[in-house]
């Protein structure tokens, strides 16, 4: 599950996941839509086992 925060104007996302990644990645975006959409992509292909 991701975390979300606005921050500086941006929306920032960490996506934790300590048995596929060695470090959480830190995502920012402009738009909460943006991001949302991005992150629900990018947990899905980690669901399935596959890191990008």
Do not use: C
């Not at 606005?6 to 943006?34: H, I, M, Q």
Request: proline content about 8%.
């Amino acid at each position: 599950m991701a975390t979300k925060r606005f921050r500086n104007g941006r929306w920032e996302y960490v996506v934790k996941r300590k048995a596929l990644l060695p470090k959480p990645p830190y995502l920012s975006f402009d738009t909460e839509a943006e991001g949302d959409a991005y992150v629900r992509r990018l947990e899905h292909q980690l669901d399935a086992g596959i890191v990008p």
